[in-house]
């Protein structure tokens, strides 16, 4: 389901211009996105919470010039669900759109040679 979608669907069920519905989102998201920028969190009840998770520094390879490289302490936002909502997740039947998904192949099984 694209915003778009999210966007209509809420105009439909509460009867609110899409433009309004529009407004409104966009607010939410920026407050969200300017919230985690400053390093607050974001909890919404029976929802999930947006975090920002530690990452330590740490040490990379690349192994194609056989170089270190050096990746300081950073932060990445992070989306933990409520226990309800992962419970309603749970009970439902199926995804939609889940057969559309690609599928990964399974790989071949080698001949044996004769």
Do not use: C, W
Request: no cysteine; net charge positive.
């Amino acid at each position: 389901m694209t915003k778009a979608e999210v966007i209509s669907e809420i105009s439909q069920k509460t009867g609110i211009e899409k433009a309004d519905v529009l407004t409104t989102v966009e607010a939410f998201f920026k407050v969200v996105k300017d919230s985690m920028t400053e390093g607050h969190n974001i909890y919404v009840r029976g929802f999930g919470s947006f975090v920002n998770k530690k990452r330590a520094r740490k040490v990379a390879r690349n192994i194609s010039k056989n170089t270190s490289l050096i990746i300081d302490e950073h932060y990445i936002p992070s989306f933990k669900p409520s226990k309800t909502f992962v419970a309603k997740i749970k009970g439902s039947k199926k995804v939609v759109g889940e057969d559309a998904a690609p599928k990964a192949k399974a790989p071949k099984a080698k001949k044996a040679k004769s």
